[in-house]
């Protein structure tokens, strides 16, 4: 049986070719009386747009790509919900692609991967460079995610991201405010990371203000943003000496956080009254913290 077209559509309907196609591409100026007959003759004869037709004519597939580090992470997670939805909206179609952090996979993905099967990518990188990025960022629609500031860089890609050092300032500043004097920080990054330096200058920034005395014991380097590192670290947190230890914890990302309350479970302190742990969320609306009790 051959395949619908919008002749077929357009024919049923009573209408011209160009009305059918902009229904079907939800095109505005079309009254509603036309696009209830258009749109009960597509479903009586089972149209379906033609991808390849329409990227023949159009130039465009319809189609984007997500590119994060991992789909575990709630943000991440979170983030891939509200592209997509946001995507439907316009009437496109949403690819998810998970780099694990690697720097070759991320610089494939950024170029398109075969543009002529993308429209644009989103993507997050983990480890590639800006000078890695600079070479096919002027060659295909890229948008960066993340907090590592490209526009003195020559990347030519839009770039979304938060303020980092404000989002630690204000997290710590709330546990001060709360009478807490010995504030740790989980998420100092070995690596040394954009995100743990930015972070790590607000928390510091607001310590100061507070008049409270930056202790390094009471931030543990991590070696990642995940539960392993969390729990490792408040682990050390618990092993200080008893005058050592800290009220209040500050943690960089929601993955340490939940690391870092089972170890305090483990330990027997996650109880109200006891330790206090602000997490800083990036999702759910929020750039600044959760508090924890």
Known sequence: MAAVTLKDVAQRAGVSIKTVSNVVRGAPRVSESTRARVAKAVEELGYRPNPTA???????????????PELVSPYFAELAQHVRTEA??????VLIEETLGDPAEELRLAGGVGASLLDGVILSPLHT????????????PLVLLGERNYARERVAADHVLIDNVAAAHAATAHLAALGRTRIAAIGHDRKGSATSRQRLE???RALHEAGLPFDPRLAPPVGEFDRRNGLEAMRALLALPPG???DAVSCFSDLLAFGAR???YEAGAARPGGHRADRHRRHRGGALRHAVP
């Open 54 to 68: 329409r990227r023949l004519r159009t130039g465009r597939s319809g189609m984007i790509a997500l590119v994060v």
């Open 88 to 93: 439907t909206a316009l009437g496109l179609t």
């Open 129 to 140: 460079t800006a000078e890695e990025l600079a070479p096919v960022s002027g060659t295909f």
């Open 202 to 204: 607000g928390f510091q």
């Open 244 to 246: 050592s230890r800290p």
């Open 262 to 264: 089972r170890a305090l």
